[in-house]
């Protein structure tokens, strides 16, 4: 079995003390490559330098949600700089999260329209964060989505609805371990609706981690256990859903080029 992992942050000191042997486990699981997301400046700088030392990793460079208030010019200019290199495979992770409450709604917004014009200068993939924020997410990518290449739902946290608008706008869905929370039941509703074509894997870690390790970090070499949940619910096979994601993440992300 092969797996790809579409979003993950090991750039964060979760992994610190046990990096290597982390990528180690990922390896001995059928883990062969790995989408690592950065999340602002410096996290962006990580997982490009990453790279370099490691083919493995593909790295994607955004500017998260949460970070919107530390986002500048010079920010903006450092981003743009750091996705023209050859080695990134994706735009984000951008969106919008009000989990925590509206208090900077506008500001995510605002900086949501300014990465989605970003994203489409630079015609890569977009990776999208989107949190109890629905409504608004779809009226600013609804008008915005002509000029984009690609773009996918990370850790999707939707349900049916969801996903009906989502495939109106040819996105892309990945899952994560909430999909083995049997109180996920929306995500789980909406895991077996995602087209063939359209449907990824991940773990977000350190974050989400499946059941029967909920409360634990998260690591890639997991993933096996996202994927039986996701082929139970879809009604096929662990191995058969590796392949397909596979296939469909080194599509989406242009993983076989030279």
Same mark, same amino acid.
């Given at each position: 079995?092969?797996?790809?992992?579409?979003?993950?942050?090991?750039?964060?000191?979760?992994?610190?003390?046990?990096?290597?042997?982390?990528?180690?486990?990922?390896?001995?699981?059928?883990?062969?490559?790995?989408?690592?997301?950065?999340?602002?400046?410096?996290?962006?700088?990580?997982?490009?330098?990453?790279?370099?030392?490691?083919?493995?990793?593909?790295?994607?460079?955004?500017?998260?949600?949460?970070?919107?208030?530390?986002?500048?010019?010079?920010?903006?200019?450092?981003? /743009?700089?750091?996705?023209?290199?050859?080695?990134?495979?994706?735009?984000?992770?951008?969106?919008?999260?009000?989990?925590?409450?509206?208090?900077?709604?506008?500001?995510?917004?605002?900086?949501?329209?300014?990465?989605?014009?970003?994203?489409?200068?630079?015609?890569?993939?977009?990776?999208?964060?989107?949190?109890?924020?629905?409504?608004?997410?779809?009226?600013?990518?609804?008008?915005?989505?002509?000029?984009?290449?690609?773009?996918?739902?990370?850790?999707?946290?939707?349900?049916?609805?969801?996903?009906?608008?989502?495939?109106?706008?040819?996105?892309?869905?990945?899952?994560?371990?909430?999909?083995?929370?049997?109180? /996920?039941?929306?995500?789980?509703?909406?895991?077996?609706?995602?087209?063939?074509?359209?449907?990824?894997?991940?773990?977000?870690?350190?974050?989400?981690?499946?059941?029967?390790?909920?409360?634990?970090?998260?690591?890639?070499?997991?993933?096996?256990?996202?994927?039986?949940?996701?082929?139970?619910?879809?009604?096929?096979?662990?191995?058969?859903?590796?392949?397909?994601?596979?296939?469909? /993440?080194?599509?989406?992300?242009?993983?076989?080029?030279?």
């Amino acid at each position: 079995m092969e797996i790809i992992d579409t979003h993950c942050h090991l750039f964060l000191e979760d992994f610190d003390a046990d990096r290597e042997e982390v990528l180690a486990r990922a390896a001995e699981a059928g883990v062969v490559r790995i989408v690592n997301v950065g999340l602002e400046t410096e996290s962006n700088r990580l997982v490009v330098e990453t790279a370099r030392l490691n083919p493995v990793l593909a790295p994607a460079v955004g500017w998260h949600p949460h970070n919107v208030r530390d986002l500048t010019d010079e920010g903006l200019e450092t981003l /743009a700089g750091l996705s023209l290199d050859p080695s990134v495979v994706a735009f984000g992770e951008i969106g919008l999260d009000y989990y925590h409450g509206l208090e900077h709604a506008g500001l995510q917004r605002a900086a949501l329209r300014t990465l989605l014009g970003l994203a489409a200068k630079r015609r890569l993939p977009v990776v999208v964060h989107c949190r109890d924020a629905w409504d608004d997410f779809f009226e600013i990518l609804e008008p915005a989505r002509s000029s984009l290449k690609d773009v996918v739902l990370h850790c999707f946290s939707g349900g049916p609805a969801e996903v009906e608008k989502a495939c109106g706008l040819d996105c892309y869905f990945s899952f994560s371990g909430t999909v083995t929370y049997p109180k /996920a039941v929306p995500v789980r509703e909406a895991c077996p609706l995602v087209p063939e074509d359209r449907i990824l894997v991940e773990t977000d870690a350190p974050y989400l981690a499946p059941l029967p390790r909920r409360g634990r970090r998260n690591e890639p070499s997991f993933l096996p256990s996202h994927l039986e949940a996701m082929a139970a619910l879809r009604g096929t096979g662990a191995e058969e859903l590796a392949g397909l994601t596979g296939q469909n /993440a080194r599509r989406l992300f242009n993983l076989d080029r030279a």
